[in-house]
């Protein structure tokens, strides 16, 4: 039997230390595969934020693309400042977006390599067309004033400069260019400000010819519906991805064939293939990204998400029939096939970092070809998450509502509580907002749970993967039902007595970091704040971010200058005054999502409030942390802090942090019998 040590819940001595945590933040995305190869980008902390860009030969060697590169390689887009896919492989030339210009280069066969595209231009999601020596891309153009210019180009490799030919910019934004099978048809994805690409988008067709892109034409999308991830099929129909039924599910249009249960237009017949109350697709924050593939002899891997939990499904596009693959995996991204037999996916599981694996698709065998890192923890150590639904404030029309999330109690199978003592909780909160938090494995999840924390991750309204309906409870609504939702996951798990409700923080970055802040700002429900450059001032956040996301609050807040008066009412940085938790702040200093001023202000507000306030700021960071010594010391700055709020000593010999208004540190520990709510 095993004896178990009893320790105050925080200061359980973990097997995840600051630096494996920053060790298991290696990613792997954007995988693809050509004659045989397997191509992927890995993420390296270690090497300062490398996107190293990699793949597997097929004899089954593994190693780095570029190594032949006097300086390594960094493959990485900045288009719409999250990026996207930044490489193709053109027969046997290499063609890849250089992180530090953006510019696109070209490498020979032989090794030689040369830059093709202009300086102050970006390049996105390639795709290569059947020539063998020209693809289709998204460009980004910053080089004129004003907001930068998005439009689909064709680039020829073969060149030694080519900047692309103009195919489409009869749009703000522009998505997944694709060639058809023979070369003559061309499908994008496009949509205008104010929407965002979750809210209305337009699938659009035209000739591709020599001169360019002719008679282009909407077959799909519009107002209120959201299209994803066109594709062609060998038989030249284009299957895509709709929201149109709230979920957004597989269709597929044919140029002038009668479909049978199809939809009808002068540009042929729409036919919904697959309808399922499950998302097929998700937000484009990136572009590339892929969630489903075509076999060439009729099939297609589909990834279903129902209720933030992936699964693979195998579909004859024929018959209908269907088969769900066996994996052990809750997550799946960069879906693709190597042959008609033999997919590939990015895949995560409950206790295993995410890895880069094959599968058959006549046994369902898997076989790893890259993880994301060593093996960080035992099983013993994995918390598993529990799935809850709870009660939140009834919706505009006075319905009642719920909201989600995942639950991970504190997992050690060496230590336990002190006798009657209940975890304190940590609150997480996704980014987006318009994301999710699944259930695969996270190192920043077990981090707190094998100390001793118990840790709730939350889907509040606005999150995907419940539909659209879900999806838009945070129209108009944001800083306000995000909020709610939160403080009603904090009141359910307090109520059921799994948590201490008195010991409660609150972290997120990005959009999670905005509802920290109005957590500390609007509520007495938490002891503290961990913020990673969340939104503290929302007009100056709409004048001050990028192109892709300098409208998404017309939708999530209002429109302005109409909505002013509601801007203020819910920026945390006018209402810090009423702050008495703690907040701990984390910005990188090269970061235009949300720039550094912001977090500057909210941690000043914070000062003069009188809370405990601990800030840091990364020199050349984004937004998001790529190198691992700063990933490790905002860890090592999360843990002395939350010791010194809730009074417990760090199993780790760490150094002390700078705290301004330190002597504040005792009143911190918040009551649940104040008002969750203020106002």
């Given amino acids: 039997m095993t004896e178990y040590q009893s320790i105050p819940c925080g200061a359980w001595p973990s097997p995840l230390t600051p630096a494996l945590t920053a060790a298991g933040a290696v990613s792997l995305s954007f995988a693809s595969a050509v004659s045989g190869t397997l191509y992927w980008i890995e993420g390296r902390p270690a090497e300062k934020g490398r996107s190293v860009w990699m793949c597997r030969m097929p004899g089954g060697e593994v190693r780095e693309v570029l190594d032949a590169l006097p300086v390594p390689g960094d493959v990485r887009s900045s288009v719409h400042e999250y990026g996207g896919s930044a490489y193709a492989v053109l027969g046997e030339r290499r063609v890849y977006t250089d992180y530090a210009d953006q510019r696109l280069r070209v490498q020979e066969a032989a090794g030689a390599t040369h830059i093709l595209t202009p300086a102050g231009c970006r390049y996105a999601d390639l795709s290569p067309a059947p020539d063998g020596h020209s693809a289709v891309a998204v460009r980004e153009d910053h080089r004129g004033a004003g907001e930068a210019s998005n439009a689909v180009v064709r680039l020829?490799?073969?060149?030694?400069?080519?900047?692309?030919?103009?195919?489409?910019?009869?749009?703000?934004?522009?998505?997944?260019?694709?060639?058809?099978?023979?070369?003559?048809?061309?499908?994008?994805?496009?949509?205008?400000?104010?929407?965002?690409?979750?809210?209305?988008?337009?699938?659009?067709?035209g000739e591709l010819t020599a001169a360019g892109l002719s008679n282009p034409r909407v077959i799909a999308g519009g107002l209120g519906e959201s299209v994803l991830e066109p594709q062609w099929a060998a038989d030249g129909s284009l299957y895509f991805l709709s929201d149109r039924s709230g979920w957004w599910n597989l269709y597929r249009w044919r140029d002038g064939h009668d479909a049978g249960r199809a939809e009808g237009n002068d540009e042929g017949t729409i036919q919904a293939v697959l309808e399922i109350d499950a998302e097929l697709g998700g937000p484009t924050w990136q572009l590339g990204t892929r969630s489903y593939a075509l076999t060439t002899d009729g099939r297609a891997l589909l990834r279903v998400n129902r209720s933030t939990v992936d699964s693979l499904?195998?579909?004859?596009?024929?018959?209908?029939?269907?088969?769900?693959?066996?994996?052990?995996?809750?997550?799946?991204?960069?879906?693709?096939?190597?042959?008609?037999?033999?997919?590939?996916?990015?895949?995560?599981?409950?206790?295993?970092?995410?890895?880069?694996?094959?599968?058959?698709?006549?046994?369902?065998?898997?076989?790893?070809?890259?993880?994301?890192?060593?093996?960080?923890?035992?099983?013993?150590?994995?918390?598993?998450?529990?799935?809850?639904?709870?009660?939140?404030?009834?919706?505009?029309?006075?319905?009642?509502?719920?909201?989600?999330?995942?639950?991970?109690?504190?997992?050690?199978?060496?230590?336990?509580?002190?006798?009657?003592?209940?975890?304190?909780?940590?609150?997480?909160?996704?980014?987006?907002?318009?994301?999710?938090?699944?259930?695969?494995?996270?190192?920043?999840?077990?981090?707190?749970?094998?100390?001793?924390?118990?840790?709730?991750?939350?889907?509040?309204?606005?999150?995907?993967?419940?539909?659209?309906?879900y999806r838009e409870r945070l129209r108009g609504q944001w800083g306000a039902v995000d909020l709610q939702d939160t403080v009603a996951a904090v009141?359910?798990?307090?109520?059921?007595?799994?948590?201490?409700?008195?010991?409660?923080?609150?972290?997120?970055?990005?959009?999670?970091?905005?509802?920290?802040?109005?957590?500390?700002?609007?509520?007495?429900?938490?002891?503290?704040?961990?913020?990673?450059?969340?939104?503290?001032?929302?007009?100056?956040?709409?004048?001050?971010?990028?192109?892709?996301?300098?409208?998404?609050?017309?939708?999530?807040?209002?429109?302005?200058?109409?909505?002013?008066?509601?801007?203020?009412?819910?920026?945390?940085?006018?209402?810090?005054?009423?702050?008495?938790?703690?907040?701990?702040?984390?910005?990188?200093?090269?970061?235009?999502?949300?720039?550094?001023?912001?977090?500057?202000?909210?941690?000043?507000?914070?000062?003069?409030?009188?809370?405990?306030?601990?800030?840091?700021?990364?020199?050349?960071?984004?937004?998001?942390?790529?190198?691992?010594?700063?990933?490790?010391?905002?860890?090592?700055?999360?843990?002395?802090?939350?010791?010194?709020?809730?009074?417990y000593q760090p199993a780790e010999d760490l150094e002390p942090i700078e705290i301004s208004n330190a002597e504040a540190l005792g009143c911190q520990t918040n009551r649940a019998s104040r008002p969750a709510l203020r106002g």
């Fill in 156 to 205: 020829d490799v073969a060149q030694s400069a080519d900047e692309g030919q103009l195919l489409f910019n009869q749009s703000d934004f522009v998505a997944w260019p694709r060639v058809s099978g023979d070369g003559k048809r061309l499908a994008l994805v496009a949509w205008d400000h104010p929407a965002m690409p979750w809210d209305s988008t337009q699938l659009w067709v």
């Fill in 491 to 647: 009141d359910y798990l307090a109520g059921q007595g799994w948590v201490d409700g008195e010991r409660v923080a609150i972290r997120g970055g990005s959009a999670g970091g905005f509802t920290v802040l109005s957590a500390l700002a609007f509520t007495d429900r938490f002891a503290v704040g961990i913020n990673y450059y969340g939104v503290a001032d929302l007009e100056t956040l709409a004048a001050d971010t990028h192109k892709f996301e300098s409208r998404y609050l017309d939708g999530l807040v209002a429109a302005l200058p109409e909505g002013r008066a509601l801007y203020r009412a819910r920026s945390p940085a006018y209402h810090m005054a009423q702050c008495r938790g703690a907040l701990i702040t984390f910005q990188g200093s090269a970061d235009r999502a949300v720039p550094p001023q912001q977090s500057r202000t909210i941690v000043e507000a914070a000062k003069a409030a009188g809370c405990a306030v601990a800030y840091l700021e990364f020199e050349g960071e984004g937004h998001g942390f790529r190198k691992g010594p700063n990933i490790v010391r905002a860890l090592e700055h999360e843990l002395v802090f939350l010791g010194r709020v809730f009074g």
């Fill in 313 to 469: 499904l195998l579909l004859d596009l024929t018959s209908g029939a269907q088969r769900w693959l066996t994996l052990p995996f809750v997550a799946f991204g960069s879906v693709g096939l190597l042959d008609d037999d033999t997919a590939f996916a990015i895949a995560a599981s409950l206790d295993h970092l995410p890895m880069l694996i094959t599968i058959s698709l006549s046994s369902d065998k898997h076989s790893a070809v890259r993880q994301a890192g060593a093996a960080v923890i035992a099983p013993a150590w994995v918390s598993r998450p529990q799935a809850i639904e709870f009660p939140t404030l009834p919706g505009p029309d006075g319905a009642s509502c719920s909201a989600y999330a995942w639950f991970y109690p504190p997992t050690s199978p060496e230590h336990q509580p002190m006798p009657g003592e209940k975890p304190p909780l940590l609150v997480m909160l996704h980014g987006g907002p318009t994301s999710h938090a699944g259930p695969a494995f996270k190192s920043a999840v077990q981090f707190w749970t094998t100390r001793g924390f118990a840790v709730v991750d939350i889907n509040y309204g606005g999150s995907t993967g419940f539909g659209r309906p």
